[in-house]
T-cell receptor, first 113, second 114 residues
Framework: GESVGLHLPTLSVQEGDNSIINCAYS??????FIWYKQESGKGPQFIID?????DKRQGQRVTVLLNKTVKHLSLQIAATQPGDSAVYFC????????????FGSGTQLTVLP | DSGVTQTPKHLITATGQRVTLRCSPR?????VYWYQQSLDQGLQFLIH???????AKGNILERFSAQQFPDLHSELNLSSLELGDSALYFC?????????????FGPGTRLLVL
């Protein structure tokens, strides 16, 4: 069935390196995508979003890339810090779905000292 | 801090019981969404309210119900609880209900059914 999925369940990076977290989506009609960060025991925290009419959007140390041709979304974190360690979820908003979010399974990012 | 508040933080109860989870959205937000997060199902949408009216239902069991009050806070009622209902329950809020509305999540309520 249709789903939002992540390529890798875990990712370990050295502090200071850049991190890239990937996400595949299957509904080509999805028009809005969000990345959330979830730390242990906390709720998902909004990081960055992108609409389907854009290919790239930058925030503070984060960049989201959207490739609609292959239905792929990525989150790039520059100069990864220990505080970036968390589970990262991509979520998509599908037209006709009354705006609820469909979440991927998540990627655990671990930042190594 | 997202501005969304949820109470209680933790809830331990027994099978067959009924509980009520409460959510207050961010100031100015009219939409409230409820999600369930379990280890085997991930984050699943349950229900969406906008300005007091139900807008959409997702994978919500008939034993579960929700409402949004005139002051815009929302309650999620879970009844005839089963062991499998143990999960984290999050609410999220957004300004409206249109396309591209960013949803901000609360800290969640951790429910344990024994």
């Amino acid at each position: 069935g249709e789903s939002v999925g992540l390529h890798l369940p875990t990712l370990s990076v050295q502090e200071g390196d850049n991190s890239i977290i990937n996400c595949a989506y299957s509904n080509s009609a999805s028009d809005y995508f969000i990345w959330y960060k979830q730390e242990s025991g906390k709720g998902p925290q909004f990081i960055i979003d992108i609409r389907s009419n854009m290919d790239k959007r930058q925030g503070q140390r984060v960049t989201v890339l959207l490739n609609k041709t292959v239905k792929h979304l990525s989150l790039q974190i520059a100069a990864t810090q220990p505080g970036d360690s968390a589970v990262y979820f991509c979520a998509e908003n599908r037209p006709g779905s009354a705006r609820q979010l469909t979440f991927g399974s998540g990627t655990q990012l671990t930042v190594l000292p | 801090d997202s501005g969304v508040t949820q109470t209680p933080k933790h809830l331990i109860t027994a099978t067959g019981q009924r509980v009520t989870l409460r959510c207050s959205p961010r100031s100015g937000d009219l939409s409230v969404y409820w999600y369930q997060q379990s280890l085997d199902q991930g984050l699943q949408f349950l229900i969406h309210y906008y300005n007091g009216e139900e807008r959409a239902k997702g994978n919500i069991l008939e034993r579960f119900s929700a409402q949004q009050f005139p002051d815009l806070h929302s309650e999620l009622n879970l009844s005839s609880l089963e062991l499998g209902d143990s999960a984290l329950y999050f609410c999220a809020s957004s300004v409206g209900q249109g396309a591209g509305e960013t949803q901000y999540f609360g800290p969640g309520t951790r429910l344990l059914v024994l």
